[in-house]
Structures are given as C-alpha cells and as structure tokens.
C-alpha cells in the first residue's frame, strides 16, 4: 500500500434507496471527509465500498446481496479491500447481514454512523469484521452535512423516525419514534447552504406534516422561516401524511412565494377496507376531498403519491377502487409498489395471498393507468410559459439542458451549460408522459 493511500483511504459510497438514504450518505460522506478519507467516484480504486441500503421492500435487500455478492472476484483480488453496510439494511440485519454475505466486513447502524471512520480504520489496520448496531431512537447528534452531491439543490432532514405505524411498514422498527429537528439547526443549515450559493432545499421527514420542534414550531412556521431566507429560492418538501395534511398547509403553499406548488400525498389504496387493514387512518372520501381542496387552494399545483398493489386480501374489486380514484384525482405521477411482507410489521402476520403474478399485472394496469393520466396533465402545459431550475446538461447533446419546474416536473430545452444553476423561463412546445420539451424566453 502506498503511503497516500495509507494517508487517506478512498472510499466509495453506493446508495439504494429514497432521498433519505440519499441525505444519509452525504452526511456520512461528509464525516468521512473530515476523518481523513477521500471520496471515489468507482468501485475500482476504492480502498472501502460503503453500501448504504434501505429495507422498505424485499427488492431494494436482494438488489443490495446481489451487488456485494458481485464484489466477489475484486475482493479476492484485492483482499484488503473493505465492505461496509449501513442504514435501515444494517439495523434490521445486525451481525446476519455478515451471515448472508461473508464478504461484508463492517455492519454500521444508522444510530452509529459518528463511528464509521474508527470502525473502518480499525478493519483496514486490524483485518476485522465489526457490528456495531445500536437501539436507533435517539437524536442524531447536530453535524451539519459537509459533503452535498449536488451544487445548488440540498436535501435537509427535518425529522426522523415515525410515528404513524402503517401495517406493512417497517420504518418504525428499524428509525424509531418521530424524532424532529430544532427549527433553529434546520434553519442554520438553510442560511448557510443559502450562503455557499444554494437554490433549492428539500425538506425530508416521513411525515413532515406532524413536525413539532422542541420550541413549539410546527411545520407551517417552519416553512414561513425557510421561506425568508435570502438566496434560497425552492423550497420542496415531502413526505405529507393525508391525515395531517390541511388546508393551512395548502395557503402556506399558495402564500409562501418559495415553497413549490408540488405535494407528494402517499394514498396507497382507494379501498377503505385495505386501508383500514392497512391502518392509514383515512379513508378514500376523505383523500379524495383533501385533493379536490389543495387543488382549488393551489391552482396548477401538482399532486404525486405511492400507490401499493396486491396488499394481503386485495381483490379485484378493491384494486379497481384504486384505479378509479386514480383518475377521479388524476395524480402528475405515481410511484407504484407490489406489496412486499417485512418481518416484524402487522401486515406479516396477514397471508401474502395475492399471487406474485396478480401483483404484477396490477402493478403494471396502474403503470399504464398513470401514463394516460399524466401525460394528459402535461398536455395541459403546452404553450404555456414555466419557470425552470436548470439543473445539468443533456448526457446524450451537449446542446440540451434539462431541469425541473416548480410542480416537480423534468423539462428539456436547448441552451447554454452557463445557465446549469439558474431559473429561466420555458415555453413548453411538446410533452410526454414524462417530461416537458420547449424553448427558453428569458
Ligand atoms: N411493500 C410495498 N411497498 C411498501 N412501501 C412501504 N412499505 C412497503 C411494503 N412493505 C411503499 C409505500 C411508501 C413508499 C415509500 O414505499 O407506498 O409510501
Ligand atoms: Fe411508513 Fe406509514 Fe411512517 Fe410512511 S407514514 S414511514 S408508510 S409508517
């Protein structure tokens, strides 16, 4: 080993997983960085390959095995190459993660990641293996991320952790109790991100709507704070729970001129009898009238949610309800799920009856279902004149640059890569299912 690598280790960071998991990785990344490590941008000449994993579905977990699994022959190659795993994998794995994968070396807990640098030393000098996973209900303690992924949008944690205990939902086991953030930290990581030339924040809890600091701010205040921090100019956030979300959210959406017209409303089925199995706490009619409220309280506001197919008993009947308050809403975009059984939730102790075949053909009707509805939504654009935050330059033509409007959704058009990081103005020409195409205007 050279004496640079021995200096400074390089590490790779590979992440599965939501804007959460995103989150964590930087953060950690960023406590890596003041330790002493590099980051690298491959696999190939890192001294340590840090899989960061959520365990939401079965999927995310066998995508995450087969990855290290392929880690095999450079391992070999390079024996003192370094495997470790963190986040919500690690915590609901702990030492049989190593079981699964004897390639693993280090099982960090999303409670232990301050660690990570001593753990990963102590393998590279010692030839270990380490699990150090510990109870993850506490605070994290208040590190500001050093490291951020990209230049002028940031993802910000507002809360961890959740409450609300939805049947399938193995959140509240592996992150503990809702946990929120000092409005004061968010707020100082906000000016600051403001001062190195930051655009846009994203604001993540799994319920950001039942935020409540210590000093009694809730969500709302938060928002209103954020929202006068010179230099940011988008402020996103998700996730909203449909039964906290609420007609103040909606004006504080409507009022507050950063804080973008795009609401991401989990409904996860339009059957009140899966949803009450499902323990959601709402029922469709109520969903469907929160929608028609924020719609007429935030016009041209887009609305996106997370639809789960084939939950334990669904029958065709139930999965038609969902398909028709699907278009009754008539969502921007929906991410759909095939019900996945995790160990420990409510929803396991229930029979997975539905076949893995009825889920796919499920998943993929709403596939279709959702293309419709959106590009319907998108034609509705046409001519019309959106504000765009260019974000990067096409990878295919150079000439190309694509963004995100206020409402969330991907826009291409041509112009110089001098605009990447600032807000221009887009008439839109064509649309898909997908994306926006159109021509800059200022
Ligand atoms: N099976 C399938 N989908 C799930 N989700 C959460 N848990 C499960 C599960 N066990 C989906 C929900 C949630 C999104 C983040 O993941 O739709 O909103
Ligand atoms: Fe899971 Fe429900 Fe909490 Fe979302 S609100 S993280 S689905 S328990």
Redesign the pocket.
Known sequence: MNKEKTCQPKVFVKTFGCQMNMRDSEHVAGILIDNGFRLSGTMDDADVILFNSCS?RKHAEERLFGNIACLKGLKKKRPGLVIALMGCTAQAYEGKAMDRSSLIDIVCGPGNETDLPRLIKDVLKKRCHIIAVDKFNKKRPELFPKYREHKFKALVSISEG?????S?????YL?GRERSRHARDIIREVKGLAGRGFKEVLLLG??VNSYKAECGKDFIKLLEDVNKIKGIERIRFM?S?PKDAHKELFRAMRDLDKVCEHLHL?L?SGSDRILKL???RYTSGKYLNLAEEYKRIVPGGSLTT?IIAGFPSETDSDFKKTCVIMKDVGFDSSYTFKYSPRERTKASELADDVPDDVKASRLKSLSELQCGISEERNRRLTDKVVEVLVEGVSKKDGEILTGRTGTNKPAVFKGSRSLVGRSVDVEIESVTAYALRGRIVR
């Open positions: 939401v959740c409450d609300n205990f939805c399938y939902c193995i959140v509240p992150r799994q319920n996730t729970h989990p996860q499902m323990n959601r997370d």
